[in-house]
């Protein structure tokens, strides 16, 4: 069965610290992987996508996520997070139709100063 | 600026009364989303529409039902509302095909309280 796993339900770090949040997924055919991101009381926005190609895509807001495929996974990462980072991260995979989606339940991370 | 509408932000029903969500997309999508947002439970699927007209049930249908009479709207109906369908309820769309199919784009959330 589909299904995608964020292991970590809250993270916490410091303004200016590394990020990476896991996602790890089980799909059976080629999927296409998503990173969105929700502010509070709003809808999501797409952060990143992969498709095909290099397994290292870039996104908005300076986030970056790497698909490995002998893993299942495809890790967002940021070199320096910023407040404005204080959100809640979806990962998400779909087949090639655009017509399934399959998410994540989330990681909410939280920016000290 | 590309863009999903969901007509009502903040919504507070009572238990038995009808409820309509509104959603309008200005992008020309096929394609047509209600999913449901509770903590913890991350984001599940209502229903779906791949055309006008044309619906699919998602994972959680029971107790909703759906209209699609033009391409760019999609309402989600709750016929009798109930406390357990208190919930954040996100629209979203894409296109069935094409270099960009795949990526939805989301509106900003109906937020509904059923006392």
């Known amino acids: 069965a589909q299904s995608v796993t964020q292991p970590d339900i809250h993270i916490t770090v410091s303004e200016g610290a590394s990020l990476e949040l896991r996602c790890n997924y089980s799909?059976?055919?080629?999927?296409?992987l998503f990173w969105y991101v929700q502010s509070p009381g709003q809808g999501l926005q797409l952060l990143l996508k992969y498709f095909s190609g290099d397994t290292l895509v870039q996104g908005i807001k300076g986030f970056e996520a790497e698909f490995k495929r002998s893993q299942s996974s495809f890790n967002l990462r940021k070199p320096s997070v910023h407040w404005s980072d204080a959100a809640e991260y979806f990962c998400a995979v779909s087949d090639q139709s655009g017509n399934q989606f399959y998410f994540g339940t989330g990681t909410s991370l939280t920016v000290i100063p | 600026d590309v863009k999903v509408t969901q007509s009502s932000r903040y919504l507070v029903k009572r238990t038995g009364e009808k409820v309509f969500l509104e959603c309008v997309q200005d992008?020309?999508?096929?394609?047509m989303f209600w999913y449901r947002q509770d903590p913890g439970l991350g984001l599940r699927l209502i229903y779906f529409s791949y055309d006008v007209k044309m619906k699919e049930k998602g994972d959680i249908p029971e107790g909703y039902s759906v209209s699609r009479e033009k391409k760019e709207r999609f309402s989600l109906i709750l016929e009798s509302a109930s406390t357990n369908q208190t919930s954040m309820y996100l629209c979203?769309?894409?296109?069935?095909?094409?270099?960009?199919?795949?990526?939805?784009?989301f509106g900003e959330g109906s937020r509904l309280t059923v006392l």
């Open positions: 992008m020309d999508h096929e394609n």
């Open positions: 799909y059976g055919a080629t999927p296409y």
């Open positions: 979203a769309s894409n296109h069935a095909a094409g270099p960009n199919t795949g990526e939805l784009f």
